[in-house]
């Protein structure tokens, strides 16, 4: 990729808090135009990686560049060139919507004529028209996540970083936020979006970092990180807990191949390299052991598969696993 | 939804200039960006008007409390109790705008309003900048709600209009020093409750163990010695002498009282000197959660 192609470009990045290693030497390169999904439990170091290349932090190693203009050195470029928008919903809730609009195009120093037209702009294309007058505590969740979006393209930036965008949204507001992604990059926009959603990152991006405990465990696209994990799976959901051994004894005698035990859901997912006949395999030896089957299926893997097979958990139990917070208190 | 031009391409007519390139460039930015958050701040005012109340109503029932229960058993010698306290109540009512500002700041922080001002190419001091200026006009508010009350209770000012309009600015320029404290406490303590409980249990002993509302004479000597090297006490001999509120003149050995007025001006300075660049500096590595 030549390096005008390049959007966002970060070698080596290395971050360490009071007690934490939050990124332990982390490259990431984005074409520019395209979508790239940061994918990552909490505290695998998605939040620092994006805080470092939109200028808020300071790496402790590495360097990276946006828009062709250093992180370190030419950090006043770089923030007239990129938006920020997060999972927190920076809105100045004791402002209208288009006084918040307002005082951002300001602060990108816009002339006050211009500043007020891209306001009234964005609130229209944001639905949010009707409400500019409110001020934005009265705003529902979805609304102050869409003023937030549009509140980080009042400059129309050719780089754009999402931090979970879509955390604690509705499926409609979800929705809503998609599309605007869609089109965004559609208009050569360059994203780059953190999540948790493997969903979202299959959905959106046409490259996927994996990064799990401060270092990328892998990357490229949705298909071919799914083939990294074979091909079809079984997932066998069985009644009583008690039934969870025996149940993998029998996917491993029929597939010959070691199954994933998941107590907590009460399930053993096995590869299926045959497909159906597998299954059927599985369901013969199921029945001669007498296991009380609740559900049984056979379905295509997915990024979660991805996820479990390169970090050794799901990604949305990894809050579970005692991680620190990725940024101390 | 009408289709507007959200790309890139959306620049070409849109007149984003570059990072400033000189030094007149630069301090132009710093003040444009400072009163854009300046006049965003005094616009909540608009939306909570109960916190300029919450400013104004405490002092006025200090000045109540003290004058009328607590100053009936208080004997001042050379002064009555009323004259006495009122340069105390102002100076108690301007520390404590350090609270105000810990609030707004650390309120920011956990909103992440500071990321997203910290992502924009404005002036790094701006938002502290524009904070503290628009607190100070609320101060301001305060300090002239306090003065109509103090004269409806009989306070007066004895010496002088000069010398009244220089304990006004000595005010002002502590309250602003006050407010820097305050962007500093908001920015390590990142949560309004956080705030609330440590501006509280620090302000109330700093503005008491002073000459705030007794004089320190009688105070175990110890005590008295923290309390007459109290900036605070410095600052209210100091609005007493410009106000012409003086009771018996000062017997300790404590410099600041011994030359009140410029001791205030020095130790405002002196704070204003120590936490604003602190504060600019803390800002410029803070984040949010």
Redesign the interface.
């Known amino acids: 990729m030549a390096a005008e192609d390049t959007a966002v470009r970060a070698v080596g990045i290395r971050k360490r808090y009071k007690r934490t290693e939050a990124l332990r030497g982390v490259d990431l390169s984005v074409e520019k135009g395209t979508v790239c999904g940061l994918l990552g439990p909490n505290g695998a170091g998605k939040t620092t990686m994006v805080?470092i290349l939109?200028?808020?932090?300071?790496p402790d190693g590495g360097e990276a560049t946006v828009a062709g203009c250093d992180v370190l050195r030419q950090a006043?470029?770089v923030?007239?060139r990129?938006g920020?928008a997060?999972q927190?919903?920076?809105?100045?809730?004791?402002?209208t919507g288009r006084?918040n609009l307002e005082?951002?195009g300001?602060?990108?120093?816009?002339?006050s004529r211009?500043a007020k037209a891209?306001a009234a702009?964005?609130l229209?294309?944001f639905?949010l028209a009707d409400a500019a007058g409110r001020?934005a505590k009265t705003y529902s969740g979805g609304m102050r996540r869409r003023l937030d979006l549009a509140?980080a393209?009042v400059?129309?930036?050719?780089v754009l970083f999402l931090d979970e965008p879509t955390t604690g949204l509705d499926p409609r507001s979800r929705n809503d936020v998609w599309q605007?992604i869609a089109?965004?990059v559609a208009?050569?926009?360059t994203v780059l979006l953190t999540t948790q959603y493997l969903e979202e990152a299959d959905r959106l991006a046409n490259k996927i970092v994996v990064i799990d405990h401060g270092l990328v465990v892998a990357e490229g696209t949705a298909a071919q990180l799914k083939s990294k994990v074979g091909g079809e799976r079984i997932d066998v959901v069985v009644t009583e807990l008690d039934q969870l051994a025996p149940t993998a004894a029998a996917l491993r005698s029929a597939t010959q191949s070691e199954p994933t035990v998941e107590p907590d859901d009460r399930r053993v997912t096995v590869a299926a390299p045959d497909g159906a006949a597998t299954l059927t395999a599985v369901v013969r030896e199921l029945d001669v052991a007498g296991i009380q089957v609740a559900d049984i299926g056979l379905r295509r893997p997915t990024l979660d598969d991805v996820f479990l097979r390169l970090t050794g958990h799901r990604a949305e139990d990894a809050e579970e696993s005692g991680e620190l917070e990725e940024?101390t208190? | 939804m009408t289709a507007i031009d959200l790309s890139p391409s959306a620049r070409t007519v849109l007149d984003l200039p570059g990072p400033p390139t000189n030094a007149v460039a630069k301090a132009r930015w710093a003040i444009t960006d400072g009163l854009t958050v300046a006049v965003r701040n005094l616009r909540h005012i608009r939306q909570v008007p109960d916190r300029l109340l919450n400013a104004t109503v405490s002092p006025i029932m200090f000045v109540l409390l003290f004058a009328y229960v607590l100053g009936s058993a208080i004997a001042v010698p050379g002064s009555n109790y009323r004259e006495f306290l009122m340069p105390g109540i102002f100076v108690q009512t301007v520390a404590f705008c350090c609270a105000t500002t810990a609030m707004g700041v650390a309120n920011d922080m956990s909103k992440g309003l500071i990321d997203r001002f910290r992502s924009l190419p404005m002036a790094r001091s701006a938002v502290l900048v524009g904070r503290t200026s628009a607190d100070l006009v609320e101060g301001l508010i305060g300090i002239a709600v306090m003065a109509g009350c103090g004269l409806a209770v009989g306070w007066r000012i004895h010496a002088g209009f000069l010398h009244g309009l220089e304990g006004f600015a000595l005010l002002v320029l502590f309250g602003f020093a006050m407010n820097w404290l305050g962007t500093i406490i908001g920015l390590l303590m990142r949560s309004p409750e956080a705030v609330q409980s440590l501006v509280f249990v620090t302000l109330f002993p700093i503005t008491f163990v002073a000459n705030t509302f007794v004089p320190t004479e009688n105070m175990t000597p110890w005590l008295r010695n923290v309390a007459d090297w109290n900036p605070v006490s410095a600052l209210v001999a100091a609005e007493r002498e410009l106000f012409g509120n003086v009771g018996a003149p000062y017997t300790g050995g404590a410099w600041p009282l011994q030359h009140p007025v410029p001791a205030a001006f020095l130790y405002s300075l002196l704070l204003l000197a120590v936490f604003a660049p602190l504060a600019v500096r803390r800002y410029r590595s803070a984040v949010g959660r």
């Not at chain 1, 927190?88 to 402002?95: G, H, I, N, Q």
Request: a neutral charge; glycine letters at 4%.
């Open positions: 805080r939109t200028t808020l932090l300071k006043a470029q923030r007239y990129i920020l997060g927190y919903a920076a809105v100045d809730e004791l402002l006084a005082m951002v300001r602060l990108y120093h816009l002339p211009q891209r702009e964005l229209e294309r639905d001020v509140a393209l400059a129309a930036p050719p605007v089109e965004l208009d050569g926009t940024v208190r």
